[in-house]
């Protein structure tokens, strides 16, 4: 089965400041799919950014891009120029054959 | 992306009653999808629910504890039966459509319901 780790349950930046958060998973697919999920207090969960296995160019989305790298089986997000409205629960996710698995979540905290 | 609307926003219950969450979707989409997310925890697959078929539930969850209904391809129910406090959690629901914007594997979610047994 699929598993999906996030090693940092808190982490922390200073505004405009950049912060990466780490993920990584195990599977023995080809073909899948990862995200990046962010779920402010509002609890709504919000898709940033999605990356296909197959393709090797690092998905970007505006302020938010990841780090995939397919052997390591590792899939960390950068973001630049950090904002208050950053500040959330954000989830890594794996996804293959209609299973979607999410990792422990890490905390991300803005100072202003 | 879709626009995925749940009923109630939160409850509060009591042990042993039931209830039933709604959630509704702005498009038709094939694949519908039931999350638990107990507090401070990530979010945990209840069961995929298609239009037309039987609910596909995970390991640990079954259809006598949280029967679902999907009788079109707008709109599905989750109810969580004999309610104990074990059961207080936010319940979420997604859906996957791959003709969507955000491509095949994307699930979009819905607000959530925030559910405390007492």
């Known amino acids: 089965a699929q598993t999906v780790t996030q090693s940092q349950p808190e982490m922390s930046v200073q505004e405009a400041e950049t912060v990466t958060l780490s993920c990584t998973y195990d599977?023995?697919?080809?073909?899948?799919?990862l995200f990046w999920y962010k779920q402010p207090p509002s609890r709504q969960m919000i898709l940033v950014i999605r990356?296909?296995?197959?393709?090797?160019q690092n998905a970007t989305e505006n302020r938010f891009s990841v780090n995939f790298q397919k052997a390591a089986k590792s899939f960390s997000l950068k973001i630049s120029d950090s904002q208050l409205g950053d500040a959330a629960m954000y989830f890594c996710?794996?996804?293959?054959?209609?299973?979607?698995?999410f990792g422990a979540g890490t905390r991300l905290t803005v100072k202003p | 992306s879709a626009v995925i609307s749940q009923k109630p926003s939160r409850d509060i219950c009591q042990r042993g009653t039931s209830l039933t969450i709604q959630c509704q979707v702005d498009s038709q989409v094939t694949m519908m999808f039931w999350y638990r997310q107990q507090p401070g925890q990530s979010l945990t697959l209840i069961a995929t629910a298609n239009q037309g078929s039987e609910a596909t539930y995970e390991s640990g969850f079954v259809i006598d504890k949280f029967p679902i209904s999907r009788p079109n391809l707008t709109f599905s129910t989750l109810t969580v039966s004999n309610m104990s406090p074990e059961d207080s959690s936010i319940y979420l629901c997604?859906?996957?459509?791959?003709?969507?914007?955000?491509?095949?594997?994307?699930?979009?979610f819905g607000p959530g319901t925030r559910l405390t047994v007492l």
């Open positions: 599977t023995s697919e080809s073909d899948y799919y």
């Open positions: 997604s859906v996957e459509d791959g003709g969507l914007a955000g491509g095949r594997g994307t699930q979009y």
């Open positions: 990356q296909e296995a197959y393709k090797q």
């Open positions: 996710a794996f996804y293959n054959n209609n299973d979607m698995r």
